[in-house]
């Protein structure tokens, strides 16, 4: 169950992100921020860095031009971790059944704050006329009340009427429609990868694609390297286990020593023909050292 001094704290929060977001710029307003305030509030990190994570790489790639709405994975991300938590519904699924529908619903809240603000943009047009600075500074700062309930009431109402709606569907996806539930935990793994494709798809990765592949290579060696620690100190831990716990490097995969040398391989080609040909630069330079003191005709 979700108490009601959470709910509070989380309606709160959904206010804020959207101020945060639009003016204050201080990465609170990230879904992965969302998750960890909302794991933090709801008593377990873990699930909220998870959802906020997850939430995080599904619009990653997502972006807005000039007064375009997109969709408040915050929300999402508020919502799905809270009664994933209160609930005990997979993270998975939290995400596809809640986390991603509730942020595309969230659009409709944000074209609605953004049609009120319109008020308070003609009530300044109204005091600049009259060079009333305080009335200016009044209805400026008033312009955040809309941004700020098109989050909160939503939320609020979803986090203090939803629970029994939400038990319900959980009840549902465990039982008669556990097919729908699993594949609901596949579509939530697989959203991140989305997000991903979505950024690759906007970025210069052809013109790059050395250090994409580089740092991709980086990662996945890193990765398996810290992954391996833990077995080291297992096998310091009990001498006779030393020589089985160090088994595991073997050494880096050709595949990656292939990778990072096709990488640097692209990287010097691009470098090499990117500079024009010693012999080329020698005599441009020539050319313009034998032009140096003649008169163009323009200047006659």
């Known amino acids: 169950m979700i108490a009601w001094w959470q709910i509070i704290l989380l309606t709160l929060y959904a206010g804020y ?44 790639g997502v972006g807005t031009f000039g007064g375009a709405s997109k969709i ?15 609930t005990g519904m997979d993270p998975e699924q ?72 939400v038990n319900q569907i959980v009840a549902w996806i465990n039982g008669p429609f556990k097919w729908l539930g699993d594949g609901l935990t596949v579509a939530g793994a697989v959203l991140p990868a989305v997000g991903f494709a979505i950024l690759l798809r906007y970025l210069p990765v052809r013109k790059h694609i050395a250090y994409l592949l580089l740092g991709f290579t980086i990662t996945s060696l890193l990765t398996t390297l810290f992954g391996s620690i833990q077995n080291i100190g297992t096998a310091l831990a009990a001498a006779p286990k030393v020589a089985a716990g160090l088994g595991s490097f073997n050494g880096l995969s050709m595949l990656a020593i292939a990778l990072i040398g096709l990488a640097l391989a692209i990287i010097a080609y691009n ?30």
Not at 106 to 117: E, G, P, V
Not at 119 to 140: L, P, S
Not at 274 to 293: C, F, I, L, N, V
């Open 17 to 60: 992100q959207i101020l945060d977001e639009l003016q204050i710029y201080s990465s609170m307003s990230a879904p992965v921020f969302a998750g960890f305030f909302a794991g933090l509030v709801m008593g377990d990190m873990k699930t909220g860095l998870t959802i906020g994570a997850a939430m995080q790489l599904t619009v990653l």
């Open 271 to 300: 470098n090499s023909t990117s500079q024009p040909a010693p012999a080329a630069a020698a005599s441009t330079k020539q050319a313009d050292s034998s032009d140096e003191g003649e008169i163009t005709d323009d200047e006659l």
């Open 94 to 165: 939290a995400i596809t059944a809640l986390g991603v529908p509730v942020a595309a619903l969230m659009i409709y809240t944000d074209i609605l704050a953004r049609f009120s603000n319109t008020f308070f943009a003609h009530r300044i047009d109204a005091q600049v006329e009259k060079f009333n600075y305080k009335g200016i500074e009044r209805y400026f700062i008033a312009g955040a009340l809309p941004w700020a309930l098109s989050r909160m009431i939503p939320v609020g109402l979803g986090l203090a009427l939803g629970g029994g709606v």
């Open 72 to 86: 408040d994975a915050n929300s999402g991300t508020l919502l799905a971790v809270a009664f994933s938590v209160g």
